[in-house]
Each structure stands twice: as C-alpha cells, then as structure tokens.
C-alpha cells in the first residue's frame, strides 16, 4: 500500500476546497452510509495542506502544523477524506471526485 498524497493535485486555497456547508452536507451522507471522513482543509498563512485526525468531526477553524495558523474554515472551505473501513480493500477516496 502506498502512501497516497496530492502530489499530482493542485495546491491551493481554490479548487481543492469547497464551502464548509457543502462538503459537511456530503460527509454527512458518507458518514450516514458507514464511512468515515476527515475534514482537509489547508493553512491559510503558508499554504500546508491538513488533515484533522478526529473522524466524522468537522470544525470551522483548525491550527497549523507547520505555522501554528488558526485558519477559520468558514471562510476558506474545505474538502475531505472518506475511509469505507468495512470494505476488504479498505478504500480511501478523495470527495468530491
Ligand atoms: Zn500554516
């Protein structure tokens, strides 16, 4: 198993993310249907791409890793990372795709 980055994504504070409402409102449906998400969302002050490590919890604002940044996700959106843990190949998936 390889360990999956966005190197072939685009980097950015567009494109990637999307209106917090939105991407909750699809978590939710994932969430509903055995998934688990984790919010993304990328540092507004140096551009570091996050991961919060909390399942099927989503935040309007988180800290930077690299910075210490608090960005305020309301403003910036954000995407996520969907796990379906009972499926054999346990697949991860970028959403929206
Ligand atoms: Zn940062």
């Given at each position: 198993m390889s360990d999956k980055t966005?190197?072939?994504?685009?980097e950015g504070l567009s494109g990637e993310n999307h209106p917090l409402e939105t991407?909750?409102?699809?978590?939710?449906?994932?969430?509903d249907s055995g998934g688990w998400?984790?919010?993304k969302f990328t540092c507004e002050a140096c551009g570091n791409r996050l991961t919060i490590d909390v399942k099927n919890?989503?935040?309007t604002k988180g800290s930077c890793d690299q910075c210490?940044?608090?960005?305020d996700i309301t403003k910036t959106g954000c995407n996520f990372l969907a796990v379906w843990p009972l499926t054999e190949?346990?697949?991860?998936?970028e959403w929206p795709v």
């Open positions: 966005n190197q072939d994504l685009p991407v909750a409102a699809s978590a939710k449906t994932v969430a998400v984790y919010q919890t989503f935040y210490g940044h608090i960005t190949k346990g697949m991860e998936v």
